[in-house]
């Protein structure tokens, strides 16, 4: 590895988060990191100057996942269900694979859903500007507009994700990890036991349920918004889960608390994400299409539900 490629390297973390966001799949992110890595190779090989390496591998990603968005724009258009991005998903417990490690706490899937009503060019001037926190200059080097076009691009997106001016536009905050671990640990374990009040306690009056099965497994048809009637999901869904020899374990869901369940022969059945803000369960979205699963990896990599504290501790 010549130094160029290891200085690059060290960026990887970075481009995985960026093509993640503009791709809502992480083996697509991947294949759009690894293309960008090559062609910086091709272009050092062509004589071709990198000044700034960062600069150029950021705006390398960038354009390929919006190049990208083009042709996955007709595919979702025909997918079945609600569509929810493919999730990253750390044990609860110990760190994961190291393309993840820095992915933003923005980028959740509430977050990734409101961007699949932007057009490609838009997702890339939000999400740069909104989870990613970069300036208008950079934004307009990176995508190649101006840095007046991109001030109308981003107020534009934000219109189209919050017409009505409310703040829908801006990326959940990310829960505190303790507060997180502790009341997703209350969650599930309700979930589990069946306790109905419990569940009720813990969702947001305005709680949203969404589901993406793909077509290929048992979801939902349509988000639900019902706080009793997800409550009598879960409590059913857990039952489940059981019933059929499965198991639950804790993890992190794109930067939000959640579980991953598996069924008896140790395959990944599930991931669920919490969005939890004010102490409070607002959102659950829960990904069963095995497409979007086949990335993660058996069971021993995920942690365990923690175990029920003794009442004081």
Avoid at 10 to 23: K, N, Q, V, W
Avoid at 49 to 57: D, G, I, R, S, T
Avoid at 66 to 79: F, K, M, P
Avoid at 238 to 251: D, E, N, P
Wanted: aromatic fraction near 6%; charged fraction near 25%.
């Amino acid at each position: 590895m010549t130094g160029v490629e290891a200085d690059a390297e060290r960026y990887r973390s970075l481009l995985f988060s960026l093509a993640y966001g503009m791709t809502g799949s992480v083996g697509d992110a991947e294949d759009l990191v690894q293309d960008t890595f090559l062609g910086l190779t091709r272009a050092r090989r062509a004589g071709t100057p990198v000044a700034n390496l960062k600069a150029y591998l950021t705006t390398s990603v960038t354009r390929r996942g919006i190049n990208y968005l083009g042709s996955a724009r007709v595919r979702r258009e025909t997918y079945v269900g609600d569509w929810l991005p493919e999730p990253v998903v750390v044990a609860a417990d110990r760190p994961g694979p190291a393309e993840h490690a820095e992915l933003s706490d923005s980028l959740s899937m509430a977050f990734l859903v409101l961007l699949e009503a932007l057009s490609p060019v838009e997702r890339a001037v939000f999400m740069l500007r909104e989870a990613f926190e970069y300036g208008y200059p950079e934004v307009a080097r990176i995508t190649g507009k101006s840095e007046a076009n991109c001030r109308q691009i981003f107020a534009r997106a934000r219109k189209r994700i919050a017409p009505d001016g409310q703040p829908a536009g801006t990326p959940p905050p990310p829960v505190r990890r303790a507060e997180g671990e502790e009341l997703a640990r209350r969650f599930f374990e309700a979930a589990e036991g069946g306790d109905m009040d419990a569940l009720l306690g813990m969702l947001a009056p305005d709680v949203v349920f969404q589901g993406d099965g793909g077509g290929k497994a048992r979801a939902l048809a349509r988000s639900v918004t019902d706080p009793r009637y997800v409550a009598q999901l879960l409590v059913g869904g857990f039952r489940r889960v059981r019933t059929l020899g499965a198991s639950i374990r804790a993890a992190w869901i794109n930067g939000r608390p959640g579980a991953v369940t598996y069924d008896a022969e140790g395959r990944v059945a599930s991931v669920v994400e919490l969005d939890i803000a004010d102490g409070a369960v607002r959102a659950i979205h829960a990904v069963s299409n095995p497409d979007k699963l086949g990335h993660l990896g058996p069971v021993s990599d995920i942690g365990r539900l923690p175990e029920r504290r003794p009442a004081g501790h």
